[in-house]
C-alpha cells in the first residue's frame, strides 16, 4: 500500500477523502504526474475507518437497500485489495 496516498479535496464546502496513486503523463521531457482516484474515502480519513464505518452501514442497509448494500460491499472488497497489497 506504499504506493497509494490519501489526499483530502473539498466539494461544494464538505471536505473528504480519496485514495489514490500518482502516474506520470506526457510527452518526454513534459511529463508530470496526475492523481489517480482508486477509492472515494467520503468523510473518512483513514483506510481502517472506512472499512469499520462501512461495515456498519452494509449491515444497516442490507433490510432496507440491498443494492446500494452490495455497491458498498465491492467498494469495501475493492478497498481491501488495496491495503493488502
Known amino acids: 500500500m506504499s504506493d497509494y496516498r490519501i489526499r ?3 466539494s461544494r464546502g464538505t ?3 480519496q485514495l489514490g496513486h500518482y502516474e506520470m503523463s ?5 511529463r508530470r504526474s496526475v492523481f489517480k482516484v482508486d477509492v472515494h474515502l467520503g ?3 483513514t483506510v481502517d475507518e472506512a472499512l469499520m464505518a ?3 452501514d452494509v449491515r444497516q442497509l442490507e433490510t432496507t437497500r440491498p443494492r446500494k448494500a452490495e ?3 465491492q467498494k469495501m472488497d475493492r478497498l ?3 491495503k493488502e497489497s
Not at 26 to 30: A, R, V, Y
Open 43 to 45: 468523510e473518512h480519513q
Open 15 to 17: 471536505p473528504s477523502y
Open 71 to 73: 455497491k458498498l460491499r
Open 80 to 82: 481491501h485489495e488495496l
Open 54 to 56: 462501512w461495515a456498519n
Open 8 to 10: 483530502s479535496v473539498t
Open 26 to 30: 506526457g510527452e518526454p521531457g513534459k
